[in-house]
T-cell receptor, first 113, second 116 residues
Framework: KNQVEQSPQSLIILEGKNCTLQ??????????LRWYKQDTGRGPVSLTI?????NTKSNGRYTATLDADTKQSSLHITASQLSDSASYIC????????????FGRGTSLIVHP | SAVISQKPSRDICQRGTSLTIQCQVD?????MFWYRQQPGQSLTLIAT?????????ESGFVIDKFPISRPNLTFSTLTVSNMSPEDSSIYLC?????????????FGAGSRLTVL
């Protein structure tokens, strides 16, 4: 069964600090992995998408890494801002013909001033 | 990317009633997806709606409880029927916009339902 596990479940940091969120998956065969940001009361918005051959991808202060061998990904947020407070969801799709992605439960990030 | 308008954004409903959620996309898309996000949980796919055919439901979801319409390539509705407090969730419409990498879903803002 395809699964996506995220850690930590929640995280509180001070504004300006960096943080790293983790995602482990068992989806196989692997197609792509995406990180979404979901603000409270809003739908998820895509931050990055990574395919098998990509190790690192950046989007402003967000940098995602992917290790397809260990089936792990991380999302690093640099110089956090109050607006980074949100839920970050890791989503993995398989290459087996299914268009149905597997969602993690998300990491809830709170940035305090 | 596609822009999705979803309404209502939130509602408080009485047990036993039904509520229809609307999803409008600003471009034509083949498939539209309806998700449920229960508190503290990940998103769960309810069904896939294709224009001109019956929706395809995932395990645990049935048409009588969640009837879906897809009258054209830009619009869909999801009805939550005979609601109970367990149906209190955020319901999200999403699409896989053409011209993007496959499976990069775009989501609506969601409809937060509270059933009393």
């Amino acid at each position: 069964k395809n699964q996506v596990e995220q850690s930590p479940q929640s995280l509180i940091i001070l504004e300006g600090k960096n943080c790293t969120l983790q995602c482990n998956y068992t989806v196989s065969p692997f197609s792509n992995l995406r990180w979404y940001k979901q603000d409270t009361g809003r739908g998820p918005v895509s931050l990055t998408i990574m395919t098998f051959s990509e190790n690192t991808k950046s989007n402003g202060r967000y940098t995602a890494t992917l290790d397809a061998d260990t089936k792990q990904s991380s999302l690093h947020i640099t110089a956090s801002q109050l607006s980074d407070s949100a839920s970050y969801i890791c989503v993995v799709s398989d290459a087996g013909g299914s268009y149905i992605p597997t969602f993690g439960r998300g990491t809830s990030l709170i940035v305090h001033p | 990317s596609a822009v999705i308008s979803q309404k209502p954004s939130r509602d408080i409903c009485q047990r036993g009633t039904s509520l229809t959620i609307q999803c409008q996309v600003d471009s034509q898309v083949t498939m539209m997806f309806w998700y449920r996000q229960q508190p503290g949980q990940s998103l769960t796919l309810i069904a896939t709606a294709n224009q001109g055919s019956e929706a395809t439901y995932e395990s645990g979801f049935v048409i009588d409880k969640f009837p879906i319409s897809r009258p054209n390539l830009t619009f869909s509705t999801l009805t939550v029927s005979n609601m109970s407090p367990e149906d209190s969730s955020i319901y999200l419409c999403s699409v896989d916009p053409p011209g993007t990498v496959a499976n990069v879903l775009t989501f609506g803002a969601g409809s937060r339902l509270t059933v009393l």
